[in-house]
């Protein structure tokens, strides 16, 4: 089992939509919650970190943890065409190495 | 956020030559960087852990000969792919954690693209 499981999609909303990106994890140690955006062929771009449960809201963006269940979100309100992109979740045990998702494609069609 | 400026984004190069590709924290200090290596609609694979001023930890079947790395100062580590082959043709990613902030942010540099010919 990997320690991170993420659904690779690919994921076609409307504009407009409110979108719900997820991971699971399997190791309760992991206390840090990040959401990176990755464009193609482009590095990764921090999100969102939250650490331990609980909800976090910037802009139209919202990440939820719910460690009891193992299981994150990224919720995007108001979806843009400029949203396209790969969302990676990513999580570590304290000052540990991250552990990352496979990626969601999300496509946002105007 | 905290910037990451990772050179050069793009590289060909002959197999069998070396390549060299910096990575630099621009307005913090990092005494962790990471390098990563992502193939084409694959997350990213950790390859080796750099701490400044000493030697890097490299993730399991990653060579450390093949893949130099030095962390020279607080604000620069390098990726020395040696003797570059067609199936080290990747997208190469570096990250660093911001020391003041703690360990839980993580940037990342924008990758550079090898194409070994």
């Known amino acids: 089992q990997k320690e991170v499981e993420q659904d690779p999609g690919p994921l076609s909303v409307p504009e407009g939509a409110i979108v719900s990106l997820n991971c699971t994890y399997s190791?309760?140690?992991?206390?840090?919650f990040m959401w990176y955006r990755q464009y193609s062929r482009k590095g990764p771009e921090l999100l969102m970190y939250?650490?331990?449960?609980g909800n976090k809201e910037d802009g139209r963006f919202t990440a939820q943890v719910d460690k009891s269940s193992k299981y994150i979100s990224l919720f995007i309100r108001d979806s843009q065409p400029s949203d396209s992109a790969t969302y990676l979740c990513?999580?570590?045990?304290?000052?540990?190495?991250?552990?990352f998702g496979t990626g969601t494609r999300l496509t946002v069609i105007p | 956020g905290a910037v990451v400026s990772q050179h050069p984004s793009w590289v060909i190069c002959k197999s069998g030559t070396s390549v060299k590709i910096e990575c630099r924290s621009l307005?913090?200090?990092?005494?962790?960087m990471f390098w990563y290596r992502q193939f084409p609609k694959q997350s990213l694979m950790l390859m080796a852990t750099?701490?400044?001023?000493?030697?890097?930890?490299?993730e399991q079947g990653v060579e450390k000969d093949k893949f130099l790395i030095n962390h020279a100062s607080l604000t620069l580590s390098t990726l020395t792919v040696t003797s570059a082959h067609p199936e080290d043709s990747s997208f190469y990613i570096c990250?660093?954690?911001?020391?003041?902030?703690?360990?839980?942010?993580?940037?990342f540099g924008a990758g550079t693209r090898l194409s070994v010919l």
């Open positions: 190791n309760s140690a992991f206390q840090y």
């Open positions: 990250s660093a954690r911001d020391r003041l902030a703690g360990a839980e942010i993580q940037y």
């Open positions: 939250t650490y331990s449960s």
């Open positions: 990513a999580m570590r045990a304290g000052a540990n190495n991250l552990f």
């Open positions: 307005d913090f200090q990092a005494t962790t």
């Open positions: 750099s701490n400044e001023g000493s030697k890097a930890t490299y």
